[in-house]
């Protein structure tokens, strides 16, 4: 399921709900579009929280810290994220107009709270030097099991340059997904494919990719597409790789040809 926002309204803007249509999804996912002077306060009593600068820059205050936090171009920077168990209090205050988007899900674990920083951020170029470059992206990690065992989400950022796919070659994983998508212009699109199905694009939509469907995705030539994305682990089951589509592995080879052969 793919929807879209044309213009954030000020203030919350959902984008998934566990009590709603989209409780399978498993996450409370809101974009905050913050005027400056704008504060929201955030605590939940059984639900883990990740709050993400988008854009702007905001006074972040959390037990007894608080960072001033300033992010120009969700392309060319890596991300600032706070992280807290339940039970934890967050304020956010905007300095300058700014998106926030914050990611919350059920979890009753106590752990320290961490302010991922760019240098903490793990970021991959995936995709260099195989199918002629047509899938090269930036992949950034801010936390996942590897990292963050305790959490019951994943949080990461993808940049797809103009005219490239991502999420490829084509995979999928039993846990639930959400995208939040950003484009460098106003006016740029791409499209995304979650198991038999293709939609636009635009800027602010965001998908709900349900467990074992597919969903590789491209930008369209003259427009970078930047998502977020957010995974719910299962109890038991956290992800913490994809599963390649089969029909598409051969990709993988070692100096695989595509046509023309070269």
Known sequence: MLGYIENLKSGQNVISRIEDSTSNMLMDIDVYNLTAGDEISIKEENKEVA????????????????????????FDESPYALHVCCGSSITVKALKDS???????ENERSFEAKLYTPEDCISEIFGDGVWDGTARRVV???????????????????ITYPGKWSSYPPHHHPQPEVYFYKFDKPQGFGCSIIGENAYIIKNNSFSHIEGGLVHPQTSAPGYAMYYCWMIRHFDGNPWTTRVNDEKHTWLLEDNVKIWPEK
């Not at 820059?57 to 960072?67: A, G, Q, T």
């Not at 998106?99 to 899900?105: G, M, Q, S």
């Open 51 to 74: 709050v993400l600068i988008l854009t702007g820059e905001v006074l972040l205050k959390w037990e007894h810290c608080e960072k001033v936090i300033k992010r120009d171009s969700i």
């Open 99 to 105: 998106e926030v988007l914050i990611e919350r899900t």
């Open 140 to 158: 950034r990690t801010v936390f996942d099991y590897n990292n963050a065992p305790y959490s019951n989400m994943v949080m990461g950022e993808v």
